[in-house]
């Protein structure tokens, strides 16, 4: 079985930075694209960025140059740093494996104050 587990989450000043872990199980980690989605009350989650198995990196438009996602696969974990944070960028934010499975993990809650 499959299991992600999200933890990193908390609230900050506009400006701040946090980062953000996800540790898998169940899986062959290497071979599988992980990725960071978002979402905020009435919106649809979003894609916020995802890394192959081979290391290629895919942002939205909306977080380049401020958040660097990133895996670790000795240790099954794939991170997203989030430098200069602003209030928009308050959401849950989840791990996934994949692009089109349905394993998500719990979500961790990012608050960014004014």
């Known amino acids: 079985q499959v299991q992600l587990v999200e933890s990193g989450g908390g609230l900050v000043q506009a400006g701040g930075s946090l980062r953000l872990s996800c540790v898998a199980s169940?899986?062959?980690?290497?071979?599988?694209?992980m990725g960071w989605y978002r979402q905020t009350p009435g919106k649809q989650r979003e894609l916020v960025a995802t890394?192959?198995?081979?290391?290629?990196?895919n942002y939205a438009d909306s977080v380049k140059g401020r958040f660097t996602i990133s895996r670790d696969n000795a240790k099954k974990m794939v991170y997203l740093q989030m430098n200069s944070l602003k209030p928009e960028d308050t959401a849950v934010y989840y791990c996934?494996?994949?692009?089109?499975?349905?394993?998500w993990g719990q979500g961790t809650q990012v608050t960014v104050s004014s």
């Open positions: 169940g899986m062959i980690f290497s071979l599988n694209t």
């Open positions: 996934r494996m994949g692009v089109f499975s349905n394993y």
């Open positions: 890394i192959t198995s081979d290391g290629s990196i």
